[in-house]
């Protein structure tokens, strides 16, 4: 079943400008993680934030995570070309990461 | 120095064969894992070997049966492929099973994927 889902599905910016994606899930989780999948590759982490933190930065990206509302954002500033890809929040349940579909994040020059 | 490598990439084959891929991942991680990624680019769990014991078998067609003769390695084996089969299929690793202990080392490494394409 779909765990996390993200909004919006799409999403097409300004080179300069900030990105946000929300992602919300459905029950309790440990932690919840951030991968990018660039066309054509396999996906790669960018960030995980666990249950007890509320915002956690990596360099231009910025997670925050309100379990109350089942929900996380990532921010990334400042957006830049290669940051055109597929961005997947994924959250733990049964000893395995469940996914949503993904925010598809286009940055035009 | 890649760290989680698949063959092939790429396969095209027709209805009704039989076909294998392969994983292999250089990082020293106990978990290993296979997905499936749709044409709408959702993921989804196939199955998860920690220390070459099988965890997780989602409901997946026994057609499809993974092997894991090593912690470094997952193999799938896909028996008599249909239409349907077609997609992205992923192999990942971490370090740690994913256990509630929500650490890093739940973080999943993945390989480049297989793009199968059944006719």
């Known amino acids: 079943s779909q765990q996390g889902e993200e909004d919006p599905q799409a999403l097409s910016i300004q080179e300069g400008e900030n990105a946000t994606m929300n992602c919300s899930y459905k029950?309790?989780?440990?932690?919840l993680q951030w991968y990018r999948q660039n066309s054509g590759r396999g996906l790669v982490h960018l960030i995980l934030?666990?249950?007890n933190e509320r915002e956690k930065h990596s360099g231009r990206l910025r997670v925050t995570l309100d379990t109350s509302k089942k929900s996380s954002s990532l921010l990334i500033t400042a957006s830049r070309a290669a940051d055109t890809a597929s961005y997947f929040c994924?959250?733990?349940?049964?000893?395995?990461?469940?996914w949503g579909a993904g925010t598809k994040l286009i940055i035009k020059p | 120095d890649t760290a989680v490598s698949q063959t092939p990439k790429y396969l095209v084959t027709q209805m009704g064969n039989d076909k294998s891929i392969k994983c292999e991942q250089n990082?020293?991680?106990?978990?290993m894992y296979w997905y499936k990624q749709d044409s709408k680019k959702f993921l989804k769990i196939m199955f998860s070997?920690?220390?070459?014991?099988?965890?997780i078998n989602e409901t997946v067609p026994n057609r499809f049966s993974p092997k894991s003769p090593d912690k470094a390695h997952l193999n799938l084996h896909i028996n008599s492929l249909e239409l349907g089969d077609s997609a992205v299929y992923f192999c990942?690793?971490?370090?740690?099973?994913?256990?509630f202990g929500g650490g890093q080392g739940e973080t999943q490494y993945f390989g480049p994927g297989t793009r199968l394409l059944v006719l």
């Open positions: 994924a959250t733990g349940s049964n000893y395995q990461l469940i």
């Open positions: 070997y920690n220390n070459k014991e099988l965890i």
């Open positions: 029950t309790s989780i440990n932690n």
């Open positions: 990082l020293g991680h106990d978990t």
């Open positions: 990942a690793s971490s370090q740690d099973l994913y256990s």
């Open positions: 934030i666990r249950s």
